[in-house]
C-alpha cells in the first residue's frame, strides 16, 4: 500500500503532465534553422548544449526543437544524456524532444531536474530494449510514476535544483580551465619553436611500421564476447572508455585486438572529430579497432607513445589533420595514409620529453580531482531533486 501524500500532492503517470513534441523540419535551412544535435553532442550530466553541428554541412536530422524543451537521449539511457535547448534546431532520432503539456499543472523548468533524477533513469534503463544499442521508448517512459508537488513547492524545488546546478557549473569551469591549461601545454609542443633541442621528422619517420588499419564487422543484437570500439572512443582530449559494439570475433577482427598502450587515431569520422587521437587504457583484451581507425606504433628510441599523443593533439597538429582530411560528403572526411605520413612534426630527446609528461601528468591528475568533485557534485544535485520529490 501506498505511504499517504503530504496535503496537495498528486501521484501523477510522466505521460500525464509531459508531452513528447511531434514538431518535424523536411528543410532544417529553409526553416531558418542553422544547428543540428546528436547524441555525441550531448555530455551526460550535463544539461546546457555545449556543441552542435552546423545544418549547412549536412545532417539528416528532423526532428525539430525549440528554446526550453528538454532533449533526453533514449538510446543508452543509462549515459544520463538531458539538456536544455537554448537554440532552435533538429536533433537525432535517437533523441525525445519533451515539454510540459501545461505549465500551469507542470512548471516546465521543473522538467529536466525530474528527467535528471536516479529514478527516472532506473525506469528507462529498465524498459530499454536490445543488446547492442538498447533503447526506451515514449510508452514505457509515460508509463513512470513519479510524486508531483502542488505549484508553490515546485517554485522552491526549482530554485533548489538551480542552486545544486550553479555549484556543478563552478566546478565545470574549473575543470575546463584544467583542461585549457592542458591544451596550452601541448599547443607549446606543437608549436616546436620554443623547444631549442627538436628536431623535425615527419610521422613516418616516428614510427617503426606503417599505421595498422582496424577492421569491418556487421554489429550483433547479441553478446558474443568480443566488442569493437564506436566513433566516439576517441575525443578531442583522448580515449573515452563505454562505446564499445559487440561484433563476431573473426580472425581479421581478433587481428586488430588492442592492448593498454595502444595509439590510435580516428582516419574516418564526421568533419569534427577526424584526426582525434587517443591511447587505449582499458585492462582488457576483447576489444578490437574499428577500420574507421588506425594503430599507430612509435619508435620508442625516438619518441615515447604519450608524448606523441599530446603532439597529435597539438593544435597545429588538429590544423594540418583538418587540412589533410578529404571526402566527397559535407559531414564525413577521411585521412590519407600517405598524407598522414607526411606530416611534419618537431620532436625533443627523450629526457625533455619526460620532463614534459611529467608536467603533464601532474595537471591531469589535478584534472582528475576536479572531475571527482564534479562527480560528486552532480550526484548531490540528482539527489537534492529526488528527496524535493518526495512527497511523503
Same mark, same amino acid.
Given at each position: 500500500?501506498?505511504?499517504?501524500?503530504?496535503?496537495g500532492?498528486?501521484?501523477?503517470?510522466?505521460?500525464? /503532465?509531459?508531452?513528447?513534441?511531434? #514538431?518535424?523540419?523536411?528543410?532544417?535551412?529553409?526553416?531558418?534553422?542553422?544547428?543540428?544535435?546528436?547524441?555525441?553532442?550531448?555530455?551526460?550530466?550535463?544539461?546546457?548544449?555545449r556543441?552542435?553541428?552546423?545544418?549547412?554541412?549536412?545532417?539528416?536530422?528532423?526532428?525539430?526543437?525549440?528554446?526550453?524543451?528538454?532533449?533526453?537521449?533514449?538510446?543508452?539511457?543509462?549515459?544520463?544524456?538531458?539538456?536544455v535547448? +537554448?537554440?532552435?534546431g533538429?536533433?537525432?532520432?535517437?533523441?525525445?524532444?519533451?515539454?510540459?503539456?501545461?505549465?500551469?499543472?507542470?512548471?516546465?523548468?521543473?522538467?529536466?531536474?525530474?528527467?535528471?533524477?536516479?529514478?527516472?533513469?532506473?525506469?528507462?534503463?529498465?524498459?530499454?530494449?536490445?543488446?547492442?544499442?538498447?533503447?526506451?521508448?515514449?510508452t514505457?517512459?509515460?508509463?513512470? /510514476?513519479?510524486?508531483? %508537488?502542488?505549484?508553490?513547492?515546485?517554485?522552491?524545488?526549482i530554485?533548489?535544483?538551480?542552486?545544486?546546478?550553479?555549484?556543478?557549473?563552478?566546478?565545470?569551469?574549473?575543470?575546463?580551465?584544467?583542461?585549457? /591549461?592542458?591544451?596550452?601545454?601541448? +599547443?607549446?609542443?606543437?608549436d616546436?619553436?620554443?623547444?631549442?633541442?627538436?628536431?623535425?621528422?615527419?610521422?613516418?619517420?616516428?614510427?617503426?611500421?606503417?599505421?595498422?588499419?582496424?577492421?569491418?564487422a556487421?554489429?550483433?543484437?547479441?553478446?558474443?564476447?568480443?566488442?569493437?570500439?564506436?566513433?566516439?572512443?576517441?575525443?578531442?582530449?583522448?580515449?573515452?572508455?563505454?562505446?564499445?559494439?559487440?561484433?563476431?570475433?573473426?580472425?581479421?577482427?581478433?587481428?586488430?585486438?588492442?592492448?593498454?598502450?595502444?595509439?590510435?587515431?580516428? $582516419?574516418?569520422?564526421?568533419?569534427?572529430? /577526424?584526426?582525434?587521437?587517443?591511447?587505449?587504457?582499458?585492462? $582488457?583484451? +576483447?576489444?578490437?579497432?574499428?577500420?574507421?581507425?588506425? @594503430?599507430?606504433?612509435?619508435?620508442?628510441?625516438?619518441? +615515447?607513445?604519450?608524448?606523441?599523443?599530446?603532439?597529435?593533439?597539438?593544435?597545429? #597538429?588538429?590544423?594540418?589533420?583538418? $587540412?589533410?582530411?578529404?571526402?566527397?560528403?559535407?559531414?564525413?572526411?577521411k585521412?590519407?595514409?600517405?598524407?598522414?605520413?607526411?606530416? %611534419?612534426? $618537431?620532436?625533443?630527446?627523450?629526457?625533455?620529453?619526460?620532463?614534459?609528461?611529467?608536467?603533464?601528468?601532474?595537471? @591531469?591528475? #589535478?584534472?582528475?580531482?576536479?572531475?571527482?568533485?564534479?562527480?560528486? #557534485? @552532480?550526484?548531490?544535485?540528482?539527489?537534492?531533486?529526488?528527496?524535493?520529490?518526495?512527497?511523503?
Amino acid at each position: 500500500m501506498a505511504a499517504p501524500l503530504k496535503s496537495g500532492w498528486r501521484r501523477v503517470k510522466f505521460g500525464d /503532465v509531459v508531452r513528447l513534441s511531434k #514538431a518535424r523540419s523536411q528543410n532544417p535551412l529553409a526553416d531558418g534553422l542553422e544547428r543540428y544535435v546528436g547524441l555525441e553532442h550531448l555530455e551526460p550530466g550535463d544539461l546546457r548544449i555545449r556543441s552542435w553541428g552546423n545544418v549547412a554541412d549536412g545532417t539528416t536530422f528532423t526532428n525539430r526543437f525549440e528554446p526550453g524543451q528538454v532533449l533526453f537521449g533514449k538510446r543508452r539511457a543509462y549515459q544520463r544524456k538531458v539538456a536544455v535547448a +537554448d537554440f532552435a534546431g533538429v536533433c537525432s532520432g535517437d533523441i525525445y524532444v519533451l515539454e510540459s503539456k501545461d505549465a500551469d499543472v507542470l512548471l516546465p523548468e521543473l522538467l529536466p531536474f525530474i528527467c535528471q533524477t536516479d529514478a527516472f533513469f532506473e525506469h528507462a534503463v529498465g524498459t530499454s530494449a536490445g543488446s547492442l544499442s538498447p533503447r526506451t521508448n515514449w510508452t514505457s517512459l509515460a508509463d513512470f /510514476v513519479l510524486l508531483l %508537488p502542488p505549484m508553490l513547492r515546485q517554485k522552491e524545488l526549482i530554485k533548489l535544483c538551480r542552486a545544486a546546478y550553479e555549484c556543478v557549473q563552478s566546478i565545470e569551469q574549473a575543470c575546463q580551465a584544467f583542461g585549457s /591549461v592542458i591544451q596550452a601545454q601541448k +599547443d607549446v609542443l606543437g608549436d616546436g619553436a620554443s623547444l631549442l633541442k627538436a628536431k623535425e621528422y615527419l610521422l613516418s619517420a616516428l614510427l617503426v611500421r606503417s599505421p595498422e588499419s582496424g577492421c569491418s564487422a556487421p554489429p550483433k543484437d547479441a553478446s558474443t564476447g568480443h566488442f569493437v570500439l564506436g566513433l566516439a572512443s576517441l575525443s578531442r582530449r583522448g580515449y573515452v572508455s563505454g562505446d564499445f559494439k559487440a561484433v563476431e570475433p573473426s580472425s581479421k577482427m581478433l587481428a586488430a585486438r588492442l592492448t593498454p598502450g595502444d595509439l590510435l587515431i580516428s $582516419r574516418s569520422n564526421t568533419a569534427d572529430r /577526424v584526426g582525434y587521437v587517443g591511447i587505449f587504457t582499458d585492462e $582488457r583484451n +576483447d576489444i578490437s579497432f574499428p577500420d574507421t581507425m588506425m @594503430r599507430l606504433k612509435s619508435n620508442p628510441s625516438l619518441i +615515447d607513445p604519450r608524448y606523441l599523443e599530446a603532439l597529435l593533439q597539438a593544435t597545429p #597538429a588538429r590544423e594540418y589533420l583538418m $587540412r589533410i582530411a578529404a571526402g566527397t560528403s559535407a559531414s564525413m572526411k577521411k585521412i590519407n595514409r600517405a598524407n598522414l605520413l607526411n606530416m %611534419p612534426l $618537431r620532436v625533443p630527446p627523450l629526457e625533455d620529453q619526460r620532463v614534459f609528461l611529467s608536467t603533464l601528468d601532474t595537471f @591531469r591528475k #589535478a584534472m582528475s580531482g576536479q572531475l571527482e568533485r564534479l562527480e560528486t #557534485a @552532480r550526484s548531490f544535485a540528482r539527489k537534492a531533486a529526488a528527496m524535493a520529490l518526495d512527497g511523503g
